[in-house]
């Protein structure tokens, strides 16, 4: 058996249609963009992966809920950037 390569997808359970998580595997490991999601909708991590690892800048959201005003959810996502090593590709 060979490692998959290509895009994945996860729903929640039992609720075809609402993404739990959206990546790319490469050889059988994450590469690029991966994004996993609140059971409300919302991100919950977004960000690259380089060889399995995190790399670049980060969403890392705890809070399931958006707030109701553009302003707060534009602080929440701010305030849950996180950085990593730089992606080897820039």
Request: charged share 25%; hydrophobic share 30%.
């Amino acid at each position: 058996m060979l490692p998959y390569s290509g895009r994945v997808f996860r729903n929640f359970p039992g609720e075809e249609g609402r993404p739990l998580l959206e990546a790319t595997l490469r050889d059988g490991t994450w590469e690029g963009e991966l994004t996993v999601y609140h059971e409300t909708g919302r991100v919950r991590y977004e960000g690259r992966m380089s060889a399995g690892a995190r790399c670049g800048g980060w969403i890392e959201n705890e809070t399931p809920t958006t707030p109701e005003s553009l302003y707060e959810a534009i602080k929440q996502d701010l305030e849950s950037l996180v950085m990593y090593p730089a992606c080897p590709d820039g």
